[in-house]
């Protein structure tokens, strides 16, 4: 896929690794992007940082909890459209890191699905739409055991299982769109600084948290945002990504042989 001028939704997109994507799709010339996020809007510091990426594309900004479905149907359905015309990529970043079932559940898998969902609705072809890639935000903790954070693996399992589901040569024949997820391991991001106890599991088991964080190189937001450009442009539906480290690696899982 291509991405000059192609346009872009970005949910978590504030800080992270949903701002840092955004000035990865920018520099490879998506030329609208809108911006979801729980802040009332951008510095224009941040504006100013994504507009020297590509001075001539559009960067648009809404409020929006993804837990809230009016709230997200609005901005995607009317909002989304009156500003970018159509959605050709849609990256879902926004995320907690914590161990209350309903907001983890409710933001992590629930937020997304719904986004994805509209979203489908808008890209299909079956509704004159043009197609597009959806990536949405996973962790090594949706692929493996995480005992410290149960409840935040869960929501990510989720996502994986969600994703792959879709991402099927029966989904893209019929839509246009395909899907990946990406599973990044240990980044410096907000979610990483701000973990308390509510991040884990049980409270005694922060210790153990702290002790495994150290065994990993943290990496850069920007490192996961360069591995989904990456995948958005060469990636095949279903794929599935690890961001590690400052690397990036396609892992394959059996395929359910009945479709």
């Known amino acids: 896929m291509s991405l000059s001028g192609s346009t872009a939704v970005i949910t978590g997109g504030a800080n992270g690794i949903g701002f840092a994507t955004a000035e990865e799709l920018l520099k490879n010339g998506v030329s609208k992007i809108l911006l979801l996020d729980l802040t009332t809007d951008l510095d224009p510091t941040q504006y100013a940082q994504l507009k020297a990426y590509n001075p001539t594309a559009s960067v648009f900004y809404a409020q929006c909890d993804v837990t809230k479905k009016p709230q997200l149907e609005k901005t995607l359905r009317q909002d989304a459209v009156q500003w970018l015309g159509s959605i050709d990529i849609l990256v879902n970043s926004a995320g907690v890191f914590e161990?209350?079932?309903?907001?983890?559940?409710?933001?992590?898998?629930?937020?997304?699905?719904?986004?994805?969902?509209?979203?489908?609705?808008?890209?299909?072809?079956?509704?004159?739409?043009?197609?597009?890639?959806?990536?949405?935000?996973s962790s090594i903790a949706g692929l493996e055991p995480y005992p410290v954070a149960?409840?935040?693996?869960?929501?990510?399992?989720?996502?994986?299982?969600?994703?792959?589901?879709?991402?099927?040569?029966?989904?893209?024949?019929?839509?246009?769109?395909?899907?990946?997820?990406?599973?990044?391991?240990?980044?410096?991001?907000?979610?990483?600084?701000?973990?308390?106890?509510?991040?884990?599991?049980?409270?005694?088991?922060?210790?153990?948290?702290?002790?495994?964080?150290?065994?990993?190189?943290?990496?850069?937001?920007?490192?996961?945002?360069?591995?989904?450009?990456?995948?958005?442009?060469?990636?095949?539906?279903?794929?599935?990504?690890?961001?590690?480290?400052?690397?990036?690696?396609?892992?394959?899982?059996?395929?359910?042989?009945?479709?």
């Open 99 to 137: 161990c209350e079932p309903a907001r983890c559940i409710g933001t992590n898998l629930i937020g997304l699905i719904d986004c994805t969902l509209i979203a489908i609705d808008l890209m299909t072809k079956e509704k004159a739409g043009n197609g597009g890639f959806i990536v949405n935000m």
């Open 150 to 259: 149960a409840v935040y693996a869960a929501s990510k399992f989720g996502v994986t299982g969600f994703t792959r589901s879709l991402g099927t040569e029966l989904m893209y024949n019929q839509t246009g769109v395909k899907f990946a997820v990406i599973c990044p391991s240990a980044t410096d991001t907000n979610l990483l600084k701000t973990a308390g106890d509510n991040a884990f599991t049980f409270p005694w088991m922060e210790a153990t948290a702290r002790k495994l964080l150290k065994k990993f190189t943290v990496q850069k937001p920007s490192a996961v945002a360069e591995c989904i450009v990456k995948v958005i442009t060469e990636g095949e539906t279903g794929s599935i990504w690890i961001s590690e480290a400052g690397t990036m690696r396609q892992i394959k899982c059996d395929t359910n042989k009945y479709i």
